[in-house]
């Protein structure tokens, strides 16, 4: 049964991983999962309360690395806020049309059409395109960083 419960929590964290390239899953609560179905069926994470004080940081960091992110990226480049809408609808489409490949044209395309559309600058709509992408890049790897982070700090109070 222990094996089966080892198994579940590593497919778990894995699914996090995956949640990067399909933002429709949610990353975070399959980690925290990972974490409950350990503490529930194979053993006690020592010190708790440090541990999840910790993880609860993180997940906190998880959601300021996203936000942080699209508003620095996209406020410095002028996106307005349908323009930031547009990109993250189309994050969201994306993700189910050849990902990552989907993530990255898709969004480009939609935001680059929209800017172009309403302001009929082909440079800046070409700009907040590019910056679009920048923005969902860089937030990906950013909690990639906190996700493996999440993850290790778990093994260590486990000792493994």
Same mark, same amino acid.
Do not use: C, H
């Given at each position: 049964?222990?094996?089966?419960?080892?198994?579940?929590?590593?497919?778990?964290?894995?699914?996090?991983?995956?949640?990067? @390239?399909? $933002?429709? #899953?949610?990353? %975070?609560? /399959?980690?925290?999962?990972?974490?409950?179905? !350990? +503490?529930?069926?194979?053993?006690?994470?020592?010190?708790?309360?440090?541990?999840?004080?910790?993880?609860?940081?993180?997940?906190?960091?998880?959601?300021?690395?996203?936000?942080?992110?699209?508003?620095?990226?996209?406020?410095?480049?002028?996106?307005?806020?349908?323009?930031?809408?547009?990109?993250?609808?189309?994050?969201?489409?994306?993700?189910? @049309?050849? $990902?990552? #490949?989907?993530? %990255?044209? /898709?969004?480009?395309?939609?935001?680059?059409? !929209? +800017?172009?559309?309403?302001?009929?600058?082909?440079?800046?709509?070409?700009?907040?395109?590019?910056?679009?992408?920048?923005?969902?890049?860089?937030?990906?790897?950013?909690?990639?960083?906190?996700?493996?982070?999440?993850?290790?700090?778990?093994?260590?109070?486990?000792?493994?």
């Amino acid at each position: 049964m222990e094996l089966l419960l080892w198994i579940l929590t590593v497919v778990l964290f894995l699914g996090a991983f995956i949640g990067l @390239i399909y $933002p429709i #899953i949610p990353a %975070i609560l /399959l980690i925290v999962l990972g974490f409950i179905v !350990y +503490e529930m069926g194979i053993g006690d994470i020592g010190n708790s309360y440090l541990f999840w004080g910790i993880q609860i940081l993180l997940i906190l960091f998880v959601f300021l690395a996203d936000f942080i992110t699209n508003k620095y990226f996209l406020g410095k480049a002028g996106s307005s806020k349908k323009g930031q809408l547009v990109g993250t609808v189309s994050l969201i489409i994306g993700s189910f @049309i050849v $990902p990552p #490949i989907g993530l %990255i044209v /898709l969004p480009f395309i939609s935001v680059f059409l !929209y +800017e172009f559309i309403t302001s009929k600058d082909i440079s800046r709509s070409a700009k907040l395109a590019v910056v679009t992408v920048l923005s969902f890049v860089s937030s990906t790897f950013a909690k990639a960083i906190i996700q493996l982070t999440m993850i290790i700090i778990f093994l260590i109070f486990i000792n493994i």
